[in-house]
């Protein structure tokens, strides 16, 4: 670490303990320490911008005195002067360009903290509300009344667990995020994966009347390397997408197929569908289409941002395709076995 580097993060420091001393908010501390990093780089700018200045003129003073002495070509070490203002000022735009990428870091995190705090919050009121609401109901005299009680009680436990998911499916996401979510790469057969999964959610599709189709010819082994309970994650929540928001009496699809060196996976639902618009925005976290009905649902608002990041992980993608009233497809791809 360089001494000026050194002398910025002590007075970073020195400043944030200070303000914490006086039990100052975190903001007020980061803000503080952003206005010490552009302080402390116009101080090196301007203390650089001086040794340059007299160069310059030092220079200009050799060059003036070569000439009257009709000395030329310069000098081999006026040339060295010369490479040596060259070299001083590609150092001060690297220092400027360095601390320019800083600010901007320091504004997009903090930025993303209070968007990320914003919607965690927001996502976690709504059971936590409904929580206390039946509670609350129970405990002045619901609890007495066998039309209320296990109604509410019932009401209760999906909020309880509708919690669960959402810090469940939020450390998921950091730990993914943060690259700190380690793959335990197998071979499998992930056509007996699937069969198993629309045996799993077969009882929750016929409720709405949707019919899941799966080809007989997967009656062969197809197998992959990944993380297998990953990617069980990763159709469990695309194939419950269908099933949430799909249209009643439809049809969901599970197709794969062999390419090259990948195994291709295809969820196709003839739902309603996804405006163009909303697309590129789609494997946000927190992103949502109908905001109301996926709440409804019991969506966090957070399984396709998992989809996606668990793809990621493997150095796969995913791509969706769909038209408002015609459907949606859903395609990744994964590392064929050997």
Do not use: W
């Amino acid at each position: 670490m360089s001494l000026v580097n050194a002398i910025i993060i002590t007075i970073a420091i020195l400043i944030i303990s200070y303000l914490r001393s006086y039990r100052i908010s975190v903001d007020l501390a980061l803000l503080s320490l952003f206005v010490s990093f552009i302080g402390s780089f116009m101080v090196i700018y301007f203390y650089y911008y001086m040794i340059i200045n007299k160069r310059i003129h030092s220079l200009s003073e050799r060059i003036r005195e070569t000439f009257l002495s009709k000395e030329l070509p310069l000098k081999q070490n006026m040339l060295e002067e010369v490479d040596s203002i060259t070299q001083l000022h590609d150092r001060v735009n690297m220092l400027i360009e360095k601390r320019e990428k800083e600010t901007s870091q320091f504004e997009n995190l903090d930025s993303y903290r209070k968007e990320y705090l914003g919607n965690v919050s927001h996502e976690l009121k709504t059971p936590i509300f409904n929580i206390q609401g039946y509670i609350d109901t129970l405990i002045h005299g619901g609890v007495n009344d066998p039309e209320i009680n296990i109604d509410y009680l019932k009401r209760a436990e999906k909020s309880v667990d509708r919690l669960i998911n959402i810090i469940d499916d939020l450390e998921t996401i950091t730990q993914l995020e943060s690259g700190d979510m380690h793959l335990e790469m197998e071979k499998f057969d992930i056509a007996a994966l699937c069969k198993d999964i629309y045996l799993q959610l077969e009882l929750n599709a016929s409720k709405r009347n949707i019919s899941m189709l799966l080809s007989k010819k997967y009656d062969k082994p197809i197998f992959v390397v990944a993380d297998k309970f990953r990617i069980r994650q990763v159709l469990v929540n695309l194939i419950t997408n269908g099933i949430k928001y799909g249209l009643e009496n439809g049809m969901i699809s599970i197709n794969i197929s062999n390419y090259e060196n990948d195994v291709i996976v295809e969820i196709t639902d003839d739902g309603v569908g996804i405006e163009e618009k909303h697309l590129p925005r789609l494997f946000e976290r927190f992103y949502r289409i109908d905001k109301g009905r996926s709440r409804e649902q019991g969506g966090t608002g957070l399984g396709l941002a998992i989809v996606k990041h668990i793809l990621e992980a493997h150095h796969k993608s995913i791509a969706v395709e769909s038209q408002l009233g015609k459907g949606t497809k859903f395609t990744f791809s994964l590392k064929a076995a050997e």
